[in-house]
């Protein structure tokens, strides 16, 4: 579901908590490009990415590949991590609703 949709929804102070802990989670591009301009034969910005399984296999297969994989990857990590911070918002909005949804139920 659309973010914007299910933000819609959200009375003005849980936006504020959706908000705060976006802030405090969001993944930013240029530490993601910075890890790959340093460590991307580490796979720096997989693991910074939550890419794990994909980061380990660029560490056991990056150096046979002639680094052909980091290169490829410097036109996917803005993407990616546009995606994963997608994600974290969904699922941030859908903590604060069942919090919300608890709370009118516990008062009742």
Known sequence: MNNLLMKNDLSAEQLAMV???MSKKQKSKG??????????TFAG????SGDIGRAILM????WATLFIWNFVDVFFIGKRIE????QLETDIIMT?????????????
């Open 31 to 40: 530490i993601a490009y910075a890890l790959w301009f340093f460590l991307g």
């Open 59 to 62: 560490l056991l297969f990056g």
């Open 19 to 21: 908000n705060s802990e």
């Open 83 to 86: 995606q994963k911070n997608e």
């Open 45 to 48: 910005h997989r693991f910074y």
């Open 96 to 108: 604060v609703k069942a919090l919300s949804n608890n709370k009118n139920a516990a008062n009742t």
